[in-house]
């Protein structure tokens, strides 16, 4: 299992309402990738609106390859979804993959923490995963939080009004 965290400085209901309205939607286009593991881009619904449990979609790589996900537990605070049918080289390794995305408050802050755990096909490809998973992936899922906060951040930054002279 690998957990990446970060701050966003405005209060936990902002935030998971931000995150409702725009972020879980738009989450693919966080995903840019990395030199070793590609980006998300694009998404396509299999089912539902990405909202609530059962809400199929699948997602393209930038090198064309592909995954399936389902919202298995959606919660003001938390966003779970499995992954499975990864069409990559690391994919033939893998059974399915569970993520969830965490907000915690704290104070005028949130926290968002950003979970995967990996079940390999058969006990010798966990062993034969873990350095991508444990170094690449990490590194990817340090870019994607990244880019989902500045957007939060962005987003929900008090809007000033022009001043007339």
Same mark, same amino acid.
């Given at each position: 299992?690998? #957990? ?7 209060p ?9 309205d ?5 989450f ?13 881009? #694009? ?7 990405? #909202? !609530? ?10 090198? &064309? &390859?592909?995954?399936?996900?389902? $919202?298995?537990?959606? =919660? ?15 994919g033939?390794? $893998?059974?399915?993959?569970? #993520?969830e995305?965490?907000? $915690?408050? &704290? *104070?005028?802050?949130?926290?968002? %923490? ?6 390999? !096909? $058969?006990?010798?490809? *966990?062993?034969?995963? %873990?350095?991508?998973?444990?170094n690449?992936?990490? =590194? ?10 500045? !957007? ?6 008090? =809007? %000033?009004s022009?001043?007339?002279?």
């Amino acid at each position: 299992m690998i #957990s990446v965290e970060t701050e966003i400085q405005a209060p936990l209901a902002s935030v998971t309402t931000w995150f409702a309205d725009r972020g879980a939607a738009a989450f693919g286009s966080f995903l840019t990738g990395t030199d070793s593991v590609p980006g998300v881009v #694009s998404t396509e619904s299999l089912s539902g609106a990405w #909202s !609530k449990p059962g809400d199929r979609r699948r997602v393209v790589f930038s090198d &064309n &390859n592909t995954a399936l996900e389902e $919202i298995t537990d959606r =919660k003001p605070q938390l966003l779970q979804y499995q992954i499975w049918n990864l069409t990559n080289r690391t994919g033939r390794y $893998i059974r399915y993959a569970v #993520s969830e995305l965490e907000f $915690i408050g &704290n *104070g005028q802050a949130t926290r968002v %923490r950003w979970t995967y755990s990996f079940r390999p !096909k $058969i006990w010798p490809d *966990g062993y034969l995963i %873990r350095p991508y998973v444990q170094n690449d992936f990490r =590194k990817f899922m340090e870019v994607g939080l990244q880019a989902m906060r500045d !957007k939060a951040v962005t987003d929900l930054a008090p =809007k %000033r009004s022009a001043r007339s002279s």
